[in-house]
C-alpha cells in the first residue's frame, strides 16, 4: 500500500520498484529520456563544471531529512538545479538519481525514468518562472521573487508529479498522494529560501553563471516592482 512510497525512511520523493503499472514506467521512461536529450543539446561546454557541482548537491540534498509529523521528509534542490542551469538539469538529476538507486536503493532502476521525470521536469518548468519574474521585474527584487518561487515550484510541481504517477497506478494510492503533498509543504518554503539566497549570491559575485547581465543593488532598480515612483508634477513656466 502507502508503504511503498518509503515515507517511512525519509525517502518520500523516490517511488520504490514494484509500485508503478508497466505503462507509467514506460511514459516516464520516454519522457526522461527526450528531457536528457534536450539538455544534453543545450548544455555548453563551459557548464559542465556546474552541471557536476549541482548534481552533486541534488545528491547530496537527499541525505538531509526535515522532521514531518511521525514521518520525515528530505531536501531536493531540483528547484535550485534549475533556475542555474535551464534544461540541463535533466542530464543532472539523472545522474544523481542513477547513483542514488545503486548505492542507496533510492527509488530503482526500473522506477528512475518516472522519479528523473518529476524532478527534471520541475526543474526546467522553475528555470522557465525565474526568467519570466526576471524579465516582468528587473533588479534584484525580481532576482529574489524568481529564485524563491523558482525553487518552491521544483519542489511542489515534483510531489504533484509523484502523486499523480501514484494515483493513475492504483486508486488505493490516492492518500499516499495527499500526504506526499502535505508533507512537502514545509520543503518548499526552505528549498525557495535557500535558492532564493543562493541565486541572490551568485547574482552579485557571478551573474554570469545565470546567463544574465548583473544587476546593481543600488541603483534604484530593485524596488521599481514593488514602489513605483509617482510621477513628478509638472514644472512651472
Known amino acids: 500500500g502507502s508503504g511503498s512510497v518509503r515515507c517511512r525512511k525519509g525517502k518520500m520523493m523516490h517511488i520504490a520498484e514494484g509500485v508503478l503499472s508497466p505503462a507509467i514506467l514506460g511514459v516516464g521512461a520516454v519522457l526522461t529520456l527526450t528531457g536528457t536529450a534536450l ?25 538531509i531529512h526535515v522532521p514531518v509529523g511521525l514521518s520525515s521528509a528530505h531536501l531536493i534542490m531540483n528547484g535550485l538545479a534549475g533556475v542555474l542551469l535551464g534544461w540541463a538539469a535533466f542530464p543532472s538529476i539523472l545522474v544523481a538519481l ?21 524532478m527534471g521536469f520541475a526543474a526546467v518548468a522553475s528555470w522557465y518562472v525565474f526568467r519570466a519574474v526576471c524579465r516582468l521585474c528587473p533588479g534584484m527584487v525580481g532576482v529574489r521573487a524568481g529564485a524563491f518561487m523558482g ?16 494515483a493513475f497506478t492504483d486508486e488505493g494510492f490516492w492518500l499516499a498522494a ?48 514593488f514602489n513605483p515612483q509617482p510621477p513628478r508634477p509638472p514644472t512651472e513656466l
Open 39 to 63: 539538455g544534453l543539446r543545450k548544455l555548453e561546454y563551459d557548464r559542465l563544471a556546474a552541471v557536476g557541482i549541482l548534481s552533486a548537491a541534488f545528491f547530496v540534498a537527499s541525505l
Open 98 to 118: 542513477l547513483l542514488q538507486a545503486l548505492l542507496f536503493q533510492f527509488g530503482g532502476i526500473t522506477v528512475l525514468g518516472v522519479n528523473a521525470f518529476t
Open 151 to 166: 525553487g518552491a515550484l521544483g519542489v511542489a510541481l515534483a510531489a504533484v508529479l509523484t502523486a499523480l504517477a501514484l
Open 178 to 225: 495527499r500526504l506526499l503533498l502535505l508533507a512537502h509543504l514545509p520543503i518548499m518554503l526552505v528549498e525557495g529560501l535557500v535558492t532564493m539566497f543562493t541565486v541572490s549570491f551568485i547574482m552579485r559575485v557571478r551573474p554570469e553563471l545565470l546567463g544574465m547581465p548583473p544587476v546593481q543593488p543600488d541603483n534604484g532598480q530593485e524596488d521599481a516592482c
